[in-house]
């Protein structure tokens, strides 16, 4: 099964209620919200108070990817507030098996997501353990940005690895991901598909009504 995670760090965040209603109207399965720290990536989104006041305009999963630094400081808060699935950065913890049992006891789905040159090879014991990895197609941070090509092969290198140990973990690709590129991105065995730019920039509710009928 895939699925649509519109990424709202390229909403207009003045309509971001309005807008919320026309991804899920238009069919969107999740709604991927980027908290980024200015530590771990050099940007600052938004965290707690924004999720808990959308989280009423949405039935939909709340997809909560942090880039943040040691983020078992805050499961707790982002639990509270009304995440569904939680990714942590591999590059940012410390003790990641730790952290990815911190979700799962939440009641959370724990996921792990990968740097663009981060090797699979980290995924090697914590992989049975999660529902999803995501792998940053770009280098997290900024939307708007060009997907990175030699994903392509690292996306397909991980479904090989998922199927040979008989696993059902979800691939989540996110970064740069567009119409024209989301049928071969999909074809490489990614099932989860964010995107950003290419959701916001125009008519939401056409774009998304695209997306999903390149990815039944
Ligand atoms: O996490 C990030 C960026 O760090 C992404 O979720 C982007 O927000 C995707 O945006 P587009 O590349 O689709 O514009």
Do not use: W
């Not at 959308?54 to 982002?78: A, K, N, T």
């Not at 941070?141 to 392509?152: A, E, L, N, R, T």
């Amino acid at each position: 099964m895939n699925y649509l995670s519109p990424s709202i760090l390229a909403a207009d965040f003045s309509r971001l209620g309005e807008q919320l209603r026309a991804i899920d109207e238009a069919g969107a399965e999740y709604v991927h919200i980027d908290v980024m720290d200015g530590a771990f990536v050099p940007s600052i989104s938004f965290g707690m108070p924004l999720i808990q006041s959308i989280r009423p305009c949405s039935g939909r999963i709340f997809d909560v990817h942090l880039m943040v630094e040691e983020p078992i400081r805050y499961i707790q808060e982002f639990a509270d507030c009304g995440a569904d699935m939680i990714t942590v950065h591999a590059e940012a913890c410390v003790h990641l098996d730790r952290t990815v049992e911190t979700i799962r006891e939440k009641g959370i789905r724990p996921a792990v997501a990968l740097n663009p040159a981060t090797s699979l090879s980290v995924l090697e014991y914590i992989l049975p353990s999660l529902d999803m990895v995501l792998l940053m197609t770009v280098n997290p941070g900024f939307g708007g940005q060009k997907f990175i090509p030699y994903s392509f092969e690292k996306i397909r290198e991980l479904r090989h690895i998922i199927e040979e140990r008989g696993l059902n973990t979800d691939i989540e690709v996110d970064g740069g991901v567009t119409l024209s590129n989301v049928e071969e991105i999909l074809k490489a065995g990614a099932n989860v598909i964010v995107s950003g730019s290419a959701v916001f920039q125009g008519d939401i509710s056409e774009n998304v009504r695209r997306f999903r009928e390149l990815m039944k």
